[in-house]
Each structure stands twice: as structure tokens, then as C-alpha cells.
């Protein structure tokens, strides 16, 4: 389940960011000149930093699990917003989703790698192949905008994450979890 969480993980982040110039220049959203457009990009590529800080702070006093889903659940909402509106308020919500991007890949990880003992080493590894989805996702996203309009085809990125949003919260549920003692709940939570 982690495997396909990372696949879609970094195939909706990259797809969002792979077509923002596009999006951001379409007519009814805001008419963004090439130029104008690549540097609101970096809002939604910052926005993921100034999150991975945050989230890292907040990881402390929630499980990794249910900050996963609810993260996952207000990228999905971001999305269906930005599908559903134009103008600035389909801007700010598509910038937003590099916020709520932040810590969906860590947590993903470590909650994948929970519980596996001495199968780490090749749980991990089937993690870290799972970055594969950035490459094979943006295409499939690219192909389904050329039929649909680019805004439509982030219907790709909103299920994507479904999917996370369900692997967190089955993930909070799972009992190993809460016994790994290299699971970041059992960090010092510096009280």
C-alpha cells in the first residue's frame, strides 16, 4: 500500500507542478503570460518547504497517520476547488496544494516501512523505486488534458489523493505502528 501511496504521491505533486505555467495562462483562470506564471510556481514549490518545516513541528503531537489523511483530504479539496473555479480563487488553491504536499512523502515512508523488521532494507527500496510515479502520472495527466482542458485533468491528482487520504487513515489504525520505536510518534515530543 505504501508502494502505490508514493507512486501517487510524487506523480500528483509533480503533474500539479509539471502544468501550472499551462493552467495559470488559461483565460479564465488568469491569463498568466509564460513569465508571470513560472514565478508563481515557485509559491506552490515554496509552500511545500515552509509545510515540511511546520509539519515536522506538528508530527510531534499527531499521529503521522492522521495528519497524512487530513493533509491528503484538504490536497483533495484544494483540487476539486481549483477544478471547479477561475479567477484568483483557482490560483490560491492550486498554490495552496504545495503546502499540504509537505509531508505526505515522509510520512508515507515511515509509515511503510513500520513494521517490517528485516524486511526494511527492500521495503525501502520498493519505496524509493516508487518515485516513478512523477514520471508516468504527469504523461497520463498530459494526455487526458489534451482530450478534457488542462483544468479538468486534475481529476488525476484528486484521486490520487483519495488514495493517500485512505492509506493514512488505515495506516492510524494499524497496531505495529504504534509499537515501532522508529516510527517518529515515539519521538521526543521536547515536553
Known amino acids: 500500500m505504501a508502494t502505490l501511496g508514493i507512486f501517487v504521491y510524487v506523480g500528483a505533486e509533480v503533474s500539479i507542478g509539471s502544468f501550472l505555467i499551462n493552467y495559470l495562462g488559461l ?35 499527531i499521529s503521522t497517520g492522521k495528519a497524512l489523511a487530513a493533509a491528503a483530504f484538504i490536497a483533495f479539496c484544494l483540487v476539486l476547488t481549483t477544478m471547479a473555479t477561475g479567477g484568483p480563487v483557482a490560483l490560491y488553491s492550486v498554490l495552496a496544494i504545495g503546502f499540504f504536499n509537505s509531508i505526505m512523502f515522509p510520512s508515507i515512508f515511515s509509515l511503510g516501512l513500520a ?16 518515485i516513478v510515479g512523477g514520471a508516468i502520472l504527469p504523461l497520463a495527466e498530459g494526455h487526458l488534458a489534451d482530450r478534457v482542458g488542462v483544468q479538468h485533468a486534475f481529476i488525476i491528482p484528486a484521486v490520487c489523493y483519495v488514495y493517500i487520504a485512505l492509506f493514512g487513515i488505515l495506516a492510524s489504525r494499524r497496531k505495529d505502528i504504534d509499537q515501532d520505536p522508529r516510527h517518529p510518534s515515539h519521538a521526543p515530543s521536547g515536553h
Open 115 to 130: 513494521g517490517l523488521g528485516e524486511l526494511t532494507s527492500k521495503g525501502s527500496s520498493l519505496l524509493v523505486q516508487a
Open 27 to 61: 483565460p479564465h483562470i488568469m491569463s498568466f503570460p509564460e513569465r508571470t506564471a513560472a514565478h508563481y510556481v515557485s509559491f506552490y514549490w515554496g509552500g511545500a518547504m515552509i509545510g515540511r518545516f511546520i509539519g515536522s513541528y506538528v508530527l510531534r503531537y
